[in-house]
């Protein structure tokens, strides 16, 4: 079993243990996967290091610790060893955490998955919407490949939906597409590209 615990960062350091506690009981014998973990406020992580510890959480509404058997996931955007150097992260939790790790690049740097990804995002959101999306104008296509995401997939996906949204006719034109990824397109237009101007339209399965 997966629990994932996120989206903590607007609520009270309390109340944050507390939500955590009851997802590490949930997840009883299984797997939690604590999101964004470099923004946690320093006294959160020494709470969560004892948890960890003596294998104990107080759940929410609890008043007493309750014994738990869970394996960690922990995810950042942070550079946690320099957020330790300038004391925002707890060094014994880091290295708590730090059984094994795996560092995905940014979108940016795997630019062979974005064609993959921009045409399964097109057929997740056209069926989420009842829309049949047929064609991508190569322009359009072209501005999707060649962004680069500092928003990683969550910026793209937001894009293609976007794009799906105003799409009209089945096509998904340049137009559909948020300003930002237009700009980039046209300045890039006055500069050498490394990547060759695509010249298919049809989306794959829709001849």
């Not at 501005?143 to 293609?160: F, H, K, Q, W």
């Not at 695509?198 to 001849?207: A, D, F, K």
Request: proline share 5%.
């Amino acid at each position: 079993m997966l629990q994932r615990c996120s989206n903590l960062s607007c609520m009270h350091s309390r109340s944050k243990y507390a939500l955590i506690g009851t997802c590490m009981e949930q997840a009883q014998a299984g797997t939690v996967f604590l999101d964004e973990i470099g923004e946690m406020p320093i006294n959160l992580q020494a709470k969560l290091l004892r948890a960890l510890q003596e294998k104990t959480v107080r759940p929410v509404g609890g008043e007493r610790e309750e014994p738990v058997d869970v394996r960690i996931i922990a995810a950042t955007h942070r550079h946690l060893e320099k957020e330790i150097e300038q004391e925002n992260f707890r060094s014994d939790w880091f290295y708590r955490l730090e059984t094994f790790s795996l560092r995905i690049p940014p979108l940016r740097e795997r630019g062979t998955d974005i064609e993959h990804l921009v045409f399964a995002l097109i057929d997740k959101h056209a069926e989420a919407q009842g829309k049949q999306i047929e064609q991508i104008e190569p322009e359009a296509l072209n501005s999707l490949l060649n962004y680069t995401y500092p928003g990683n997939v969550r910026e793209l996906e937001n894009a293609v939906m976007r794009a799906v949204t105003l799409s009209e006719a089945g096509v998904l034109q340049h137009q559909d597409l948020p300003e930002r990824l237009r700009e980039q397109s046209s300045q890039q237009k006055s500069s050498a590209d490394s990547t060759p101007t695509l010249s298919g339209e049809v989306l794959p399965g829709t001849q």
